[in-house]
């Protein structure tokens, strides 16, 4: 049985793309956003490092329903094993991207916060964080956190129509804090390379991805996020676009021609689809110069 990248779980992706840090609740409070929002965050953020998580989830995309047991036991790698897949890649590996710590002001800018009380998910109780984007550049969360930890039981998708996109939730789980002391890599990460890219949708902010070459991004506001790959376009194939959602994941492509070149740029993620051609639009002209 092979293993391979995997296309990492909500219930991961949120905390990997954030890199865990401290802030008070009276910050938060500063800028509007609710104490126990900005508090449940917090603990979201830090929970990546600090509980090391294993189980079975359902997930439930475009129509298709794959039951998937995860292990993280070691942060920020871990495993996943599709149950009821008979291809030879059902069992994966995956590694959580590094990011920047997002304080609740910089998140309130962009998506209203609010914390709720939620259900009982995996036999754990669950507080409910909703992040509902300000403009139609974002997709809109709905996130059960468990109360101790702050790791996502269940995690809602929400299309700009207000749809239900995916949905993850965890059938059986179990959370345990992480016993060994972190080692000086990860109590201290290195920060990632931003690229400057002019013309990104409004708070959105680019970054190599690794193993690519410069030849593909990563984009994020720190909740939503893609990955932007670009690469030369025959020169017999028509400039166009194209895009196909299956479930959150949208994925869209634009061929442009850029100071004489073909240029085709792929937008790969959870992003609407006036996003991921805002994108397109900011990153082609980077590609060009290459």
């Not at 800028?31 to 929002?37: L, M, N």
């Not at 930890?149 to 700009?160: K, N």
């Not at 995916?166 to 345990?176: D, K, L, N, Q």
Request: hydrophobic share 40%.
């Amino acid at each position: 049985m092979t293993t391979k990248k995997l296309l990492i779980p909500r219930f991961f992706l949120v905390v990997g793309v954030f890199l865990g840090g401290g802030l008070s609740q009276a910050a938060g409070a500063q800028c509007g956003v609710d104490p126990e929002a900005a508090s449940y965050l917090e603990r979201l953020q830090q929970s990546r490092d600090t509980y090391a998580v294993s189980g079975t989830f359902l997930r439930e995309s475009a129509g298709a329903r794959d039951f998937i047991s995860v292990n993280r036991s070691d942060a920020p790698e871990g495993t996943a094993e599709y149950f009821n897949s008979n291809a030879n890649n059902a069992q994966q590996s995956f590694g959580l991207p590094l990011g920047r710590y997002l304080d609740p002001c910089e998140v309130f800018e962009f998506y209203t916060l609010a914390i709720t009380a939620g259900p009982k998910v995996a036999g754990k109780s669950t507080r409910v964080l909703q992040l509902r984007p300000r403009d139609t550049l974002r997709l809109g969360y709905s996130l059960a956190l468990e109360e101790k930890s702050g790791v996502i039981l269940r995690s809602d998708t929400i299309s700009e129509k207000g749809e239900l996109l995916e949905r993850h939730e965890f059938a059986t789980v179990t959370i345990a804090s992480l016993s060994k002391e972190p080692s000086p890599e990860q109590a201290a990460p290195t920060r990632p390379r931003f690229v400057k890219v002019a013309g990104l949708p409004n708070g959105y902010r680019a970054r190599l991805a690794r193993g690519f070459e410069e030849r593909a991004l990563f984009v994020s506001d720190g909740i939503a996020a893609a990955t932007v790959i670009f690469e030369p376009l025959p020169s017999t194939t028509k400039p166009g676009e194209g895009a196909v959602r299956r479930g959150a994941t949208l994925t869209y492509t634009r061929g442009s021609v850029v100071s004489g070149k073909n240029i085709l740029v792929t937008v790969i993620g959870e992003v609407p689809l006036a996003a991921a051609r805002v994108i397109a639009d900011a990153v082609k002209l980077t590609a060009g110069q290459q």
